[in-house]
């Protein structure tokens, strides 16, 4: 889940049952590819008749362990009887994009896409608008306006390792130099690339002295651990977690904790100090095959059973406020993963396309 090289791979999609971009309505035939909300299908129910009547719906970059996606992708399933073809769960966010225009025309095209704000407000153009029934309730700083992108779900900034290896968790930035972590310390991907990674330099450029308008003491930082022989330059899954590859992983709290459950020793921290969290964007291809299943996967996912499947797993969701005051918020789940610190910083639009930029120009130079 991120931003990393723009080659994609053939996405082993299964066929579709139906690309047609006109669905029958409960009344008459919809343009399910230019309806801006369900109103256009009548209703919630009209717009779930059409996304049935295509039969599927293809996702991309979502891996199950990946803020309870595969729990939410088994739940969407069993409510609404649709198939999903789920592709290259461990692709980038750039190479979501990728997918959208290579595959352009083809039934295997992803229709929806989860990405990090770097590349969501880069590619608007790919973009359908879109309000889901929940749009009233999701903050304005937390939407495009006309919906061509809306943020889901964020988590905090974590550092995972492996407690059997590293047997004190680190308690600043700093200490990730040190002689304990050499050719020990990843991240999520290139941060050119890739959100989770764009994240974890953000992360220590407000843990170093710098700002969200600033990331160059971010990128600093990893010159620094780069020299010093500390930092590892494999991206991280569950298997090279598993395998103690990668001892010390940037990434994610969802992500971590996720890994946490599946490696023993595996241990999240959450550094002292300002926590970093940034959003991840949905947004629906303007060229989807499945245009109706889009839109009711869209729907699914800002309804209280998908939010309160984020929470879950650790990843806090953008109607979290809204579900407090109307009491459908899943206690359990909210108690397990804890509040959201009150020393909290994510980007504004403009901040992160400014990151962008900067990482673009001095990344490389950083750590070769």
Known sequence: ?????????????????????????????????????????????????????????????????????????????????????????????????????????????PDVVDVGPAVALANTDKFAPYKVSAWGDIPDENKES????????????????????????????????GADYKGKVAINGDPTQAGAAFAAVGLAAVQSGGTLDDFQPGIDFFQKLNKAGNFLTVDPTPATIASGETAVVFDWSYNNLAAAAATPGWKTTILPGTAYGSYYNQAI??????????????????????????????????????????????????AAVGKMPDTFVSPT????????????????????
């Open 1 to 109: 889940m991120g931003i990393a090289a723009l080659a994609v791979a053939a996405l082993a999609l299964t066929a579709c049952s139906s690309t047609a971009s006109t669905t029958g309505g409960s009344a008459s035939a919809v343009d399910a590819k230019t309806a801006t909300s369900a109103s256009a299908f009548g209703d919630l129910d009209g717009l779930a008749a059409a996304a049935k009547a295509e039969g599927s719906l293809n996702v991309i970059a979502l891996p199950d362990d990946w803020a309870n996606y595969g729990k939410i992708i088994e739940a969407f399933k069993a409510k609404y009887g649709i198939t999903v073809n789920s592709a290259s769960p461990d692709a980038s966010s750039a190479e979501e994009i990728t997918a959208i225009t290579s595959l352009a025309g083809q039934d295997t095209a």
């Open 146 to 177: 006309t919906g061509l992108w809306v943020n889901d779900y964020t988590g905090l900034m974590s550092i995972g390792y492996n407690s059997n290896v590293i047997k004190t968790a680190p308690a600043k930035l700093d200490d990730l130099l």
């Open 285 to 334: 291809s303007k060229d989807a095959p499945h245009p109706a299943a889009a839109r009711l996967w869209q729907e699914f996912l800002y309804s209280p059973d998908a939010q309160n499947l984020y929470l879950a797993a650790g990843a806090f969701p953008v109607l979290l406020s809204s579900m407090t005051t109307a009491g459908t918020v899943d206690a359990a789940a909210e």
């Open 349 to 368: 639009s403009d901040q992160s396309t400014a990151a962008a930029a900067l990482l673009s120009t001095n990344w490389a130079a950083a750590i070769q």
